[in-house]
């Protein structure tokens, strides 16, 4: 079976983070999901290279990982020493920075010679790092709702993992929230941004009503979408803000009707690949801002030039429809 044919095959996955990629750079999300899933083959390193991540972004996951940390050991009464902290932050982000290596490896050996990703990573970077994590941490810790849980306020609370999966359609949806609590009649559902936007426009709204479709399927909870609150606790401008909106049964079809497009759009990205898999019909990056912490950047035309790459492939595309109409 051909790879293209293996990805037609496979449930095709929603998340907030895919559609983003999506919209940032059609190019890197055809590298990252675009191509059948084979460990060990090139296919994989395809996907190992789109995973590769910034030392920003790998410290922004690590906050993320340490605050469900500190909430699972609070719900399992599990002793959590404060002084561990910092290690602890560290700990992720060199880990993370050595699992990346091998990454390098292989798109040196691609390139035949040094990549662009491999910067040395100095002690006093990755202080720094730490530094800002652990006061974004003890921030975060003072926030609400996290302030209220802590100090029993919120007695009926639970974390999930965004792996989790619901479906709609023939597709897979990542759109758990990563915490809910009940207040009265109200469950809020809430996800941490660990690095947001002033002001969500109606998109990034709408992301997040998704997570009352996921709520509806769960036993337990309400039915009804007029009965939650759906919240995003972002890191902007120096502090932590808290986003909330009650949610309607029109914003719940409006989320699933933005869903479905997303996926129209993603089927109709694949389609444009043909079965030569030809990459020179998929758009590239919006902002050369998006390249910069791409993995694909030694490799990728937009990589070394976006501007002149996105010249060239409008070029090529006004040859080839007047090609066709000749
Ligand atoms: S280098 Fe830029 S244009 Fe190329 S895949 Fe990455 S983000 Fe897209």
Not at 22 to 29: E, G, I, L, S, V
Not at 37 to 59: A, C, K, P, V, Y
Not at 213 to 231: C, D, F, S
Not at 257 to 284: E, F, T, V, W, Y
Request: with cysteine; aromatic share 8%.
């Amino acid at each position: 079976m051909s790879t293209i044919n293996k990805w037609a095959n496979r449930p095709k996955r929603w998340s907030i983070s895919r559609r983003n990629l999506m919209n940032k750079c059609p190019r890197a999300w055809i590298l990252k999901y675009g191509f059948g899933r084979r460990q060990g083959g090139f296919n994989q390193h395809l996907r190992n290279i789109s995973d590769w991540s910034s030392t920003w972004r790998l410290m922004q996951r690590s906050l993320r990982g340490v605050i469900i940390e500190r909430l699972t050991a609070f719900s399992n009464d599990k002793v959590w020493i404060e002084r561990d902290l910092a290690a602890k932050i560290r700990h992720r982000i060199i880990g993370a920075i050595e699992r990346q290596k091998s990454v390098i490896d292989v798109i040196e050996t691609r390139i035949g010679g040094t990549s662009t990703l491999r910067n040395k990573i100095k002690r006093k970077e990755i202080d720094r790092l730490v530094e800002i994590a652990c006061y974004r941490f003890h921030a975060v810790m003072k926030s609400k709702p996290i302030v209220d849980i802590l100090q029993g306020r919120i007695t009926e609370w639970y974390t999930f993992s965004r792996l989790e999966v619901t479906g709609l359609d023939k597709f897979n949806l990542h759109i758990s929230p990563d915490l809910v609590w009940i207040s009265g009649s109200t469950c809020h559902l809430l996800r941490f941004t660990v690095q947001g936007v002033s002001n969500p426009g109606d998109d990034k709204r709408l992301e997040n009503m998704a997570m009352v479709m996921w709520a509806t399927v769960q036993k337990g909870l309400p039915e009804y979408a007029e009965r939650y609150i759906v919240e995003n606790l972002f890191w902007n401008r120096g502090r932590w803000n808290r986003w909330s909106e009650r949610c309607s049964q029109r914003n719940l079809s409006d989320a699933i009707q933005m869903i479905r497009k997303d996926m129209d759009a993603m089927i109709d990205l694949h389609n444009r690949l043909g079965p030569s898999c030809d990459l020179s019909q998929i758009p590239l990056a919006n902002n050369k801002r998006t390249c910069r912490t791409c993995g694909h950047r030694d490799t990728c035309p937009g990589g070394e030039d976006l501007v002149r790459a996105r010249l060239e492939q409008s070029a090529l595309e006004m040859a080839k429809a007047s090609n066709l109409r000749n």
